[in-house]
Structures are given as structure tokens and as C-alpha cells.
């Protein structure tokens, strides 16, 4: 039979969810999100329903909506036996297979990425037609095996390398379904390929080629970068269950109500462009542009028990917010500011400003790069001071006073930056509108490379 696979892609959390038709009306989701208005199109589109939903390990970048299936969809749970579940679901061990009418799930133990982690052979009669691996072999790499424990990562790279020469044994023309590709923080590094086939990766795939397990080993850790602290409580949540979540309303508030709940500890997201914030914000407000990866920086600069208040534009979707908010496990959001950034100002309140300057007017002031580390070592403006974003936010104090140009790639991220350093206290901020390669081009120098 011919053999009908989606990905659906969540470009900001950079992973993909699939959908496989069944040929009979049915459908199969692996690593569905807890956000499903995608899935939840791509099968109305198709007019399927949902009848299973596999998850390959427990997530630690997003919440599974394989909890959400089952209640509304009435979808039975596929999971690994291993990883001790909390829900009604299939614990799945290696070798055991489940009918999917015509089609047959074959399950694969391959531990690495996680301790419980499986993959999923579809076949078609006696033959495997493709693989969804999850985080095991994803395209050109092997996703990262320190989210579990620092004390087990050595073990389950080991095991990593062990379950990637096994996928390899199979056929070249199976196709490969990853979970992890491209902008994913848990791909070790992240790929441009989404989809491959065993062939491909058998031939191109480095860690594959490694010499030996020990090689394997140190290729695949020393590739290891920061990663969000969120990861390190989702996979938890997603093995006792997500609760079960519906609608995507915000709740107004007044002024005079958003007030009153940041005396008492709420936090406020300010969602708008940068421009907007720039011009005016509310002061010890954070910055977090509205985007596909608004969920990964909500989720690295504020924590999750913390209420949390918006403020976004009238032209901004609310629902996209909720549900990013939701899909890192942040239910905590308890309503936006009615107006916006107007109704604060005109109930009196003050407001900040943190002007952006271009490449032109960095001038002599201090400038401070806020991106990851492999981007900072590839190039950088001479002389710039260098501190993650993700690090910045558990320590907002740089030890340096004076004038300060914060920049990223575009902005987005510094502002972020140069929000959590406004509210620690720290003055004569500005950001860069643009980054390292708008200023090589308008001053003419040349950017270092290196740490």
C-alpha cells in the first residue's frame, strides 16, 4: 500500500511531529505537541481521526499532547514500558508490535537520547518503509544525552552509539522520521534536512562514520551547547501526564489590577516588536518578541510557577501566545493588560525606554553579544564582551557600568537582554538594531573569530 506520512513542524521549537494516514480513516500522531491546532488541522484537512498517539521518549522541550488525544480524540497511547508512565497508555518493550490495520508499528528499544527512548519501524507486509527515531538518529547527528542526569550522560551517549549502529542496519531505502532537526536545542548540532532515509545517513552522517564507541563519545559531547532550564522538568511532567487544557482566551486587566498583582510577584511579558518596546515599556518588564520561538525564550527567562501578565499589540493573536506559553508547560498565565502599553500610560503609570541605535552610533560605548556561544566564536565586533542570553537571565549583573550596546543577530534577543539588565538596575543601555554583519558592513572592519 502506499504510505502517506506528515511532518508537522513547530519551526520555532525546531522539531516534527508526524501523521501517518492508515488508509482507513484513521490516523497515527508520534510526538504530537501539547500545542495540536497543526495536527488537529492536518487531520481535518484529511478528514482523518486521531486513533493513536506514540510518543518515542518523554519529551524534555515540550509538553506531549498525547494526554489531550486520548481525552478528546479517544486516541490510544503508545508508549515505551520503561518510562513508567502515570496514564492510561501501551507500554511498548522491544519487538512488540501493534496492528494498525494494513500497517504494523514494530518497536525498537534505543536508549540514548533518553533512557526509555524508542523508535517505531512502520511496516507494509515484511517490509520497513521507514522509522521514526525521535531522538536517537536524527538528520546528519544524534540528539544530546544530558537531560536525563549529568551522572548518566557518558552512559547514554554509550547508548546512543549502540541504538544509532543499530537503526543503521536497516535497508538504505527506509525512510528516517526524526523528532529533533533544526533550531531544536536538544539535536547535537542541529541539521538543515528534516527527513532522510538509513542510505543517506549511513554515508553522511559523522557520528555514523566515528572510528570507534569512544570517538563516538566525545564527538557527540563535545558538540553539546546550553540549553533552556525547562528542559530539565518537562520530561517529569510528561511522565505523570500534562493536565488537560482547552480554550485560548486571555483575561483582561486594568491597570490598576496589573499593578496590584506585581506587588504581588507577577511577572510581565511584554510580546510586542522591538521598536514598540523600545519606545516605551513597562519598567522590570521583559522583552520577548512574539515569534515561532517565543515559547523557548519565555521558557529560559522567567520561570514557569511565577504568574505572568502580557502586553502585546492589538494586532497580536492571543491564542498564539497561550498555547507557545502552554507547550513548555507555562499555565500560568493569568491575563493581559487591557489596552496595552496606552492604558498604562494614560492611568499615570511611568514608563521605560531603551533606545535602539544602528551599526553607525555604536561608537566607543562597551558592547555586549548575547548570543550562544558557537554563533559568538564565528564571528563577533572586536573587543565585545560576550554572555549567553540563558545565563544572563539567572545573573542580570555584568560587573560593568558605563554605556553599553547590548546585540544579537537582529535584536530580538537583546532587547530581551537589555530588559533584564534595565530592571537589575543597570543604566545608559541601548541595543543594536542588527547585528555583527550590519556592523562589519557599515564600519568597514572586519569581525574576530574565536572566544
Not at 549583573?397 to 537589555?418: D, F, I, K, Y
Amino acid at each position: 500500500m502506499s504510505i502517506s506520512v506528515t511532518p508537522v513542524v513547530d519551526e520555532g521549537l525546531g522539531n516534527s511531529a508526524y501523521l501517518l494516514d492508515l488508509a482507513d480513516g484513521r490516523a497515527l500522531a508520534v510526538d504530537a505537541s501539547r500545542d495540536l491546532r497543526a495536527m488537529r488541522a492536518e487531520a481535518e484537512r484529511r478528514r482523518l481521526k486521531i486513533a493513536y498517539a506514540a510518543d518515542t521518549h518523554l519529551h524534555a522541550d515540550f509538553l506531549s499532547g498525547a494526554v489531550q488525544l486520548a481525552a478528546d480524540d479517544g486516541a490510544t497511547v503508545l508508549a515505551s514500558q520503561a518510562g513508567d508512565r502515570e496514564f492510561p497508555h501501551r507500554g511498548l518493550v522491544d519487538g512488540d508490535e501493534v496492528d494498525l490495520g494494513g500497517l504494523r508499528l514494530r518497536t525498537l528499544a534505543t536508549p540514548g537520547h533518553t533512557h526509555e527512548h524508542i523508535a517505531f519501524e512502520v511496516l507494509d507486509g515484511r517490509e520497513t518503509v521507514g522509522v521514526f527515531t525521535g531522538g536517537s538518529l536524527i538528520v546528519g547527528s544524534a540528539a544530546r544525552t544530558d537531560l536525563v542526569s549529568p551522572e548518566r550522560t557518558e552512559d547514554l551517549a554509550r547508548a546512543q552509539y549502540r541504538s544509532l549502529r543499530r537503526l543503521a542496519e536497516l535497508g538504505d531505502e527506509v525512510a528516517v522520521w526524526p523528532t529533533h532537526g533544526a533550531g531544536s536545542f536538544c539535536s547535537a548540532p542541529p541539521g538543515s534536512e528534516r527527513t532522510s532515509t538509513i542510505g543517506t545517513e549511513r554515508a553522511t552522517n559523522s557520528l555514523l562514520r566515528a572510528e570507534s564507541e569512544d570517538a563516538f563519545v566525545q564527538q557527540l559531547l563535545d558538540s553539546l551547547g546550553s540549553f533552556p532550564p525547562y528542559f530539565l522538568t518537562l520530561g517529569e511532567i510528561n511522565r505523570r501526564g500534562p493536565e488537560l487544557v482547552h480554550g485560548d482566551l486571555l483575561t483582561s486587566l486594568t491597570a490598576a489590577e496589573v499593578a496590584a498583582l506585581r506587588e504581588t510577584g507577577a511577572e510581565i511579558v511584554d510580546v510586542r516588536p522591538v521598536g514598540d518596546f523600545a519606545a516605551a515599556h513597562m519598567p522590570g518588564s521583559v522583552s520577548i518578541p512574539l515569534r515561532p520561538v517565543f515559547a523557548t525564550w519565555l521558557g529560559w527567562l522567567l520561570p514557569a510557577a511565577r504568574p505572568l501578565i502580557v502586553v502585546r499589540n492589538a494586532d497580536q493573536d492571543p491564542a498564539e501566545i497561550l498555547w507557545q506559553a502552554r507547550k513548555i508547560g507555562y499555565d500560568h498565565l493569568i491575563g493581559e493588560l487591557d489596552g496595552g502599553i496606552a492604558t498604562w500610560a494614560q492611568a499615570g503609570h511611568p514608563t521605560g525606554s531603551i533606545p535602539l541605535v544602528t551599526a553607525e552610533h555604536v561608537g566607543d560605548a562597551r558592547v555586549l553579544d548575547i548570543r550562544q556561544s558557537n554563533e559568538f566564536t564565528t564571528g563577533h565586533v572586536p573587543g565585545a564582551a560576550h554572555v549567553e542570553l540563558g545565563h544572563l537571565a539567572h545573573d542580570p549583573t555584568t560587573n560593568r557600568q558605563g554605556p553599553t550596546v547590548v546585540m544579537c543577530g537582529h535584536g530580538e534577543r537583546a532587547m530581551g537582554a537589555a530588559s533584564l539588565l534595565a530592571r537589575s538596575g543597570q543604566q545608559d543601555l541601548s541595543v543594536l538594531a542588527g547585528g555583527p554583519d550590519d556592523w562589519a558592513a557599515v564600519t568597514g572592519r572586519r569581525l574576530e573569530a574565536g572566544s
